[in-house]
T-cell receptor, first 114, second 113 residues
Framework: GQQLNQSPQSMFIQEGEDVSMNCTSS?????WLWYKQDPGEGPVLLIA?????ELTSNGRLTAQFGITRKDSFLNISASIPSDVGIYFC??????????????FGTGTRLTVIP | DGGITQSPKYLFRKEGQNVTLSCEQN?????MYWYRQDPGQGLRLIYY???????QKGDIAEGYSVSREKKESFPLTVTSAQKNPTAFYLC????????????FGSGTRLTVV
């Protein structure tokens, strides 16, 4: 199945710093989503984006749906230790009917140093 | 509260034994999925099901089997034919015709010794 290109693969940052990660695809998507996976747990949805150019915030998190529909960005401001985990982007296509229409990025592993 | 329940959280099995992982959802979602995650890696699709009594292979179905006898349940059996079964297994579900992403369970860590 298709996997999206997500970068960086891993990040080590000091507490309080801002974080940026992005995701690109060769395909157009109608929905972009960002998930966070805590160690030993399942991914949890953080932000969903439904329109090209859309900018959405959830607390210290801000995500954008790229104008080309082929990319998305996630920013975390003023990082704290509980931000540690793996962040996955995901793109969903209206053109694929039925199930299995969500494609995941390779993940960004974030480590926050207190 | 609605959600997806995976059990058990940790599972140990001897090499050569089949083992079944449970996944139950009360979200009334149509589709269900099984993913495998290896340490430091992304998600790889094993099987998915859109409707009761129907399921499709994903990218790494060899050595695995599933059933979907009820809308709420989608158990995964890891057979002895799976060459490297030790991994973290995630179950997910979604509503067909909507684009709200998937809801995930909390995972089962399988260790084969």
């Amino acid at each position: 199945g298709q996997q999206l290109n997500q970068s960086p693969q891993s990040m080590f940052i000091q507490e309080g710093e801002d974080v940026s990660m992005n995701c690109t695809s060769s395909s157009i998507f109608n929905t972009w989503l960002w998930y966070k996976q805590d160690p030993g747990e399942g991914p949890v949805l953080l932000i969903a984006l439904y329109k090209a150019g859309e900018l959405t915030s959830n607390g210290r998190l801000t995500a954008q749906f790229g104008i080309t529909r082929k990319d998305s960005f996630l920013n975390i401001s003023a990082s704290i230790p509980s931000d540690v985990g793996i962040y996955f982007c995901a793109g969903q296509s209206y053109f694929r009917t039925g199930a299995n229409n969500l494609f995941f990025g390779t993940g960004t592993r974030l480590t926050v140093i207190p | 509260d609605g959600g997806i329940t995976q059990s058990p959280k940790y599972l140990f099995r001897k090499e050569g034994q089949n083992v079944t992982l449970s996944c139950e959802q009360n979200l009334n979602h149509d589709a269900m999925y099984w993913y495998r995650q290896d340490p430091g890696q992304g998600l790889r699709l094993i099987y998915y099901s859109q409707i009761v009594n129907d399921f499709q292979k994903g990218d790494i179905a060899e050595g695995y089997s599933v059933s979907r006898e009820k809308k709420e349940s989608f158990p995964l059996t890891v057979t002895s034919a799976q060459k490297n079964p030790t991994a973290f297994y995630l179950c997910a579900s979604s509503i067909l015709g909507r684009h709200y992403g998937y809801t995930f369970g909390s995972g089962t860590r399988l260790t084969v010794v």
